[in-house]
């Protein structure tokens, strides 16, 4: 085809069989096969010149990696709370099932920023604040919040969040949510009681 049409061709990735030393081993290639001509009449090829680059390592690096990435999915599916994890500029680019199920939203609607559609609209400014200093100053990140599940109603939740550096950079954030609603509501009840108790030894 590339001598008849006279377009090079290219593959990337592309495993081949070899036979080495009386052992079975396949390796990637990244190929290009590029048209040939002997003289200045460039309708008809008369050849095909090949060149073949070995990515073996990468595409074992990459799939090594893509394995690893699917168990840690697995596990953190498997997890009674929310995790979630965000890229070095803090945008949402995992959020594991318990999410999902809480929430009702879908996949599109929850990544990049869409996890704060459902913040309660008083703690949208302080947790954004928040998160934002976090990736400023590249420290620890936790917040008590509400997210408002599928049934309408919101529940208080303490989100942390770990910067994961590489050669001293931010690579990734990883992150969860943990449902605190009762000791929360616990919490704003006693507070509630130590203020009318105070109010009412001022009054006496």
């Known amino acids: 085809e590339v001598r008849s049409t006279g377009k090079p061709f290219f593959a990337y990735e592309h495993p081949l069989t070899f036979n080495r030393n009386e052992k079975i081993e396949t ?6 096969y590029q048209p040939y001509y002997e003289s200045a009449d460039r309708s008809i090829a008369t050849g095909v010149i090949s060149v073949g680059h070995d990515v073996t390592e990468q595409v074992l690096i990459k799939k090594s990696t893509e394995e690893s990435e699917k168990k840690w999915k697995e596990l953190a599916n498997d997890m009674p709370v929310m995790v979630w994890t965000a890229d ?3 945008r949402i680019d995992f959020l594991n099932d318990q999410w999902y199920e809480f929430t009702g939203l879908s996949e599109e609607a929850s990544l990049g920023y869409g996890w704060v559609d459902v913040l309660h609209p008083d703690d949208v400014e302080r947790c954004a604040g928040i998160w934002r200093h976090a ?9 008590e919040v509400r997210y408002k599940g599928k049934d309408g109603q919101y529940r208080w939740s303490i989100a942390r969040g770990t910067p994961i550096r590489h050669q001293g950079e931010i690579i990734k954030w990883y992150g969860t949510s943990t449902d605190i609603h009762e000791r929360k509501q616990l919490e704003i009840h006693l507070e509630d009681k130590v203020r009318e108790r105070t109010k009412e030894l001022e009054r006496k």
Do not use: M, R, T
């Open 27 to 32: 390796l990637y290639f990244d190929f290009i």
């Open 88 to 90: 070095k500029s803090g």
């Open 135 to 143: 990736l400023e100053n590249e420290v620890l990140y936790e917040v």
